[in-house]
């Protein structure tokens, strides 16, 4: 997922997107665990979003804070 389409999520969307990432994590995990055949650039693919997606909702979180003050 590219970083422009992330932020054209409004933060709704945004939280649901990274609760399904995490999901998909998780079952990928489970599945290498359990010896099913997972191809290891999956992990770091899904890692990567996961961390986009909170790297813009702290700069959300951070504009509003700062317009507070």
């Known amino acids: 997922m590219k970083t422009n389409e992330i932020r054209d ?7 649901n997107e990274l609760l399904k990432l995490r999901k998909e ?14 191809k290891p650039n999956l992990f770091g ?13 702290s700069e959300r979180k951070n504009l ?3 317009k507070k003050d």
Not at 45 to 57: C, E, L, P, V
């Open 45 to 57: 693919k899904i890692r990567k979003d996961i961390a986009r997606i909170k790297t813009i909702q």
């Open 64 to 66: 509003l804070e700062d």
């Open 25 to 38: 994590q998780f079952d990928l995990r489970v599945q290498s665990a359990s010896g099913q055949g997972v």
């Open 9 to 15: 999520m409004d933060d709704v969307k945004l939280e």
